[in-house]
């Protein structure tokens, strides 16, 4: 924790109040994800409405994501953190209100701005605030409340919904945003970073341009493959639970993810620092890929269970660690739009899971789907492997600790 504690006492307080605003926020997020497939299922969606109307929160987190980074780059990061949690307080409200399946879809875009506007500015304040030598360890460790907040949502819901019902669940949801804003509304920032003379405006580049350059290319590559096997995980490892008739609390699985990502975040960040960003993504990578195998094979409770702690172990080394790449690319002015359109790669993966494999649920089964997103992460392991720097031997030397980031700015 060295790397906090030499902070000043301003950035100390900001960021404390940063991470137990953002642990309610992600308890709040996660609580509803033992929940929500199957309130869909309940209200009369079959599996391809169920994997369209899940894939519509990534909707919504694809139409705001680059739009809050850049409101985030002009007008400061705690806005646009503030706008995140008063969605997520609302959203859930609206759910028991209807089962009309079109307006539970409306409301799922709504919802996914919460996400697309909090994570954003969450992401690019943090990285503003760390010291550049310490920065993925300051990372690390403040994506710790990710973890924590994930573990407990879920088994809090997965506990409550058989004894209080879903609408409660809601409630608890919402109570829990509101947590969240009295604590994040109390962070203190100055303005947002100026750019340098004579740069050129981030926003005159084109939205596929810079997308498409060196810097963000392959990092938003590897958010969508491991964008689409999430969105597998999160919509239907539920009813694959269901329909497989396991004995066990579903919400576990997402807390013994949650338990594993909080280990492997306390420790990466900072032996990123030192030993480099790309044996640790790869880590990751391998880790997701393996966890979706494990799945597709799984018939048991133990087994369940043992894939979440390695989904865990492969999300909380690989996401953290590419928002950590990214902001190392990425001058302070730009780096809420740059970390918005690389973090949007993960919200196209969501997306395109929900619409597309619903339909490929009732064609093969919730188990062959598992197999199919470990697929999506192979692709994606070859990409880093072969395309993370200016040419394969150069990407292979990074992939394995063995070369240097060659987009890195200097620090």
């Given at each position: 924790?060295?790397?906090?504690?030499?902070?000043?006492?301003?950035?100390?307080?900001?960021?404390?109040?940063?991470?137990?605003?953002?642990?309610?926020?992600?308890?709040?997020?996660?609580?509803?994800?033992?929940?929500?497939?199957?309130?869909?299922?309940?209200?009369?969606?079959?599996?391809?409405?169920?994997?369209?109307?899940?894939?519509?929160?990534?909707?919504?987190?694809?139409?705001?994501?680059?739009?809050?980074?850049?409101?985030?780059?002009?007008?400061?990061?705690?806005?646009?953190?503030?706008?995140?949690?008063?969605?997520?307080?609302?959203?859930?409200?609206?759910?028991?209100?209807?089962?009309?399946?079109?307006?539970?879809?409306?409301?799922?875009?709504?919802?996914?701005?919460?996400?697309?506007?909090?994570?954003?500015?969450y992401s690019a304040l943090v990285a503003d605030l760390a010291p550049p030598e310490s920065r993925g360890e300051v990372i690390g460790y403040m994506s710790l409340s990710n973890p924590i907040g994930m573990a407990i949502g879920p088994a809090l819901s997965g506990y409550l919904q058989p004894i209080v019902g879903d609408a409660k669940v809601f409630y608890l949801c919402s109570a829990l945003a509101l947590g969240s804003l009295l604590l994040s509304s109390r962070i203190r920032t100055g303005p947002p970073p100026q750019k340098p003379e004579g740069f050129e405006e981030v926003e005159t580049v084109g939205l596929w341009a810079l997308v498409s350059g060196?810097?963000?290319?392959?990092?938003?590559?590897?958010?969508?493959?491991?964008?689409?096997?999430?969105?597998?995980?999160?919509?239907?490892?539920?009813?694959?639970?269901?329909?497989?008739?396991?004995?066990?609390?579903?919400?576990?699985?997402?807390?013994?993810?949650?338990?594993?990502?909080?280990?492997?975040?306390?420790?990466?960040?900072?032996?990123?620092?030192?030993?480099?960003?790309?044996?640790?993504?790869?880590?990751?990578?391998?880790?997701?890929?393996?966890?979706?195998?494990?799945?597709?094979?799984?018939?048991?409770?133990?087994?369940?269970?043992?894939?979440?702690?390695?989904?865990?172990?492969?999300?909380?080394?690989?996401?953290?660690?590419?928002?950590?790449?990214?902001?190392?690319?990425?001058?302070?002015?730009?780096?809420?739009?740059?970390?918005?359109?690389?973090?949007?790669?993960?919200?196209?993966?969501?997306?395109?899971?929900?619409?597309?494999?619903?339909?490929?649920?009732?064609?093969?089964?919730?188990?062959?789907?598992?197999?199919?997103?470990?697929?999506?992460?192979?692709?994606?392991?070859?990409?880093?492997?072969?395309?993370?720097?200016?040419?394969?031997?150069?990407?292979?030397?990074?992939?394995?600790?063995?070369?240097?980031?060659?987009?890195?700015?200097?620090?």
């Open positions: 924790m060295s790397a906090i504690a030499n902070l000043s006492p301003t950035n100390r307080r900001n960021l404390q109040f940063m991470f137990f605003g953002a642990l309610l926020f992600w308890a709040c997020m996660a609580a509803m994800l033992p929940v929500m497939s199957v309130y869909l299922q309940g209200s009369g969606a079959n599996n391809q409405q169920v994997g369209w109307i899940m894939g519509a929160f990534a909707v919504g987190l694809l139409a705001f994501r680059s739009r809050m980074g850049l409101l985030a780059d002009r007008k400061g990061r705690r806005g646009v953190m503030l706008i995140g949690i008063t969605v997520a307080a609302i959203a859930p409200l609206c759910y028991p209100l209807t089962n009309n399946l079109l307006l539970l879809t409306a409301i799922r875009v709504f919802h996914g701005l919460s996400i697309a506007a909090y994570t954003t500015g060196d810097r963000l290319r392959i990092p938003t590559l590897n958010m969508l493959t491991v964008g689409l096997a999430f969105g597998i995980l999160s919509t239907f490892v539920p009813l694959f639970v269901r329909e497989m008739k396991i004995d066990v609390n579903v919400g576990l699985f997402y807390t013994m993810a949650a338990v594993s990502s909080f280990g492997s975040r306390f420790i990466v960040g900072k032996a990123s620092d030192r030993y480099g960003r790309g044996p640790f993504l790869m880590l990751g990578l391998v880790c997701y890929c393996a966890a979706m195998v494990l799945l597709w094979r799984a018939d048991t409770a133990f087994e369940i269970l043992f894939a979440g702690l390695v989904e865990g172990f492969g999300g909380g080394t690989f996401l953290p660690l590419t928002i950590a790449l990214v902001s190392d690319r990425a001058y302070p002015h730009e780096r809420g739009r740059m970390l918005g359109l690389c973090i949007g790669g993960f919200d196209l993966g969501i997306a395109l899971s929900g619409a597309m494999l619903g339909q490929v649920a009732d064609w093969l089964g919730y188990r062959m789907l598992f197999g199919v997103a470990a697929g999506f992460v192979l692709v994606g392991i070859v990409v880093f492997l072969t395309l993370s720097s200016k040419d394969v031997r150069s990407s292979m030397r990074f992939a394995m600790g063995r070369g240097r980031d060659l987009y890195a700015l200097p620090r």
